[in-house]
Structures are given as structure tokens and as C-alpha cells.
């Protein structure tokens, strides 16, 4: 079992849309969830951290953590064209406070 | 928060040669993190710098084949050795803190697209 997992798409959304992105990990015990965006080309960019279960919003993003469930999301409202690009999940692993683990990324594109 | 001069951007090296990748920090940072992202896959953690000891490598990563220097806190160098066409692969170097104001979680150099021929 991968340690974070997630659907690697490609995810089409029209644009003005709500896309919805989804992660698990399987260390129960990771403390620190986060969201990159990765353009084509480029390097990953942090958009987004959560800590504690429930919803956290900044902006047109909204990261849940579901601990009991081992689950993380990431929901961006009206999706723009610009929101198109691969976006990463990364989990703080427990064992080793300071070395974060990617998912294989999920790839998201905006359809005008 | 931290911003990172990583460089060569990109190369195209012979088979059997070796690339030291630079990344300078503009901060001091007690730990660096280098990584490899090979072509349509997400990033796999080769092993962590430490100031003033040896890096710690990652299971599949071993020192002889991507020797790590940390000579100081705001810079360190990956040399991929003895190169093989399977080192294709972009490799980013990491530290903590962030360029979009997220105190948490890690700001990335801009990567070393490498290309083995």
C-alpha cells in the first residue's frame, strides 16, 4: 500500500465549477497534511496546510481532514483556467518530524 | 520565507559521467531536502542534508551513487554519479518554509531538468 494515495486523473471540471480533489494516507499517526500545485514544467508550489480535522478556507480553496478516516480533500470553487496543473497531496510523516511524502498527484484540467 | 537559487537549470549529460546540482538558500536553514521527480510521476524523497554531518538517505538511495555536500546552513550540492539513461529525471531541492506566506510545509528550488544520453 502506497503511504498517500491518490486518483491520478486527468479530472475535467467546466470552469466556474467546483473541483473536488481527494487523498489517503496510512500512517495514522502523520500530524501535518498539505496541498501543492504543480505546474507543467515547474516546481511545486505549497497552497495549502491543515493540521486538524474539519475544513480550513483560504480564498477559492478549502483543505478537509477527516483523521479517523485517514482522508484529506481539496475543493476549489468557481475553478478558473489558470487553476489547471497537477496537484500534489504530502503527508508530515510521524516518524520523522521533518520529512514530508507525496502522493503521485492528481491532474486537474479547467474546460472553458 | 525562504527563497532557494537552484542551478543547472537543465542539462543533457553522457552516460557513465557525473552533475553536481547547487542550491543556495537566502536564509539559514538547519535541513535541506533533495528529491527526484522522474517524467509523469510525483516526488520520491532521496535523502536529507544535515549541517555538519553525513545526509540521510532514503531506502533505494545510497551515498556512492548521489554524494551529498552540506558545507554550511544556507547551501548544499547533489552530484548524481556514474550516470545511466534511468537518471533522467528533474531534482528539486527543498527547505522549510514557504513563499506564499504558509509558515508551514516546504518551498522547493526550481528544479534540474536532467537528461542522460
Known amino acids: 500500500q502506497k503511504e498517500v494515495e491518490q486518483n491520478s486523473g486527468p479530472l475535467s471540471v467546466p470552469e466556474g465549477a467546483i473541483a473536488s480533489l481527494n487523498c489517503t494516507y496510512s500512517d495514522r499517526g502523520s500530524q501535518s497534511f498539505f496541498w501543492y500545485r504543480q505546474y507543467s514544467g515547474k516546481s511545486p508550489e505549497l497552497i495549502m496546510s491543515?493540521?486538524?480535522?474539519g475544513d480550513k478556507e483560504d480564498g477559492r480553496f478549502t483543505a478537509q481532514l477527516n483523521k479517523a478516516s485517514q482522508y484529506v480533500s481539496l475543493l476549489i470553487r468557481d475553478s478558473q483556467p489558470s487553476d489547471s496543473a497537477t496537484y500534489l497531496c504530502a503527508v508530515k510523516a510521524y516518524s520523522s518530524a521533518s520529512k514530508i511524502i507525496f502522493g503521485s498527484g492528481t491532474r486537474l484540467s479547467i474546460r472553458p | 520565507s525562504a527563497v532557494i537559487s537552484q542551478k543547472p537549470s537543465r542539462d543533457i549529460c553522457q552516460r557513465g559521467t557525473s552533475l553536481t546540482i547547487q542550491c543556495q538558500v537566502d536564509?539559514?536553514?538547519?535541513?535541506m531536502f533533495w528529491y527526484r521527480q522522474q517524467p509523469g510521476q510525483s516526488l520520491t524523497l532521496i535523502a536529507t542534508?544535515?549541517?555538519?554531518?553525513?545526509?540521510?538517505?532514503e531506502s533505494g538511495f545510497v551515498i556512492d551513487k548521489f554524494p551529498i555536500s552540506r558545507p554550511n546552513l544556507t547551501f548544499s550540492t547533489l552530484t548524481v554519479s556514474n550516470m545511466s539513461p534511468e537518471d533522467s529525471s528533474i531534482y528539486l531541492c527543498?527547505?522549510?518554509?514557504?513563499?506564499?506566506?504558509?509558515?508551514?510545509?516546504?518551498?522547493f528550488g526550481s528544479g534540474t531538468r536532467l537528461t542522460v544520453v
Open positions: 491543515i493540521y486538524s480535522n
Open positions: 536564509s539559514q536553514v538547519t535541513m
Open positions: 542534508a544535515n549541517q555538519g554531518s553525513e545526509a540521510t538517505y
Open positions: 527543498s527547505v522549510p518554509g514557504s513563499t506564499t506566506g504558509i509558515t508551514s510545509g516546504y518551498t
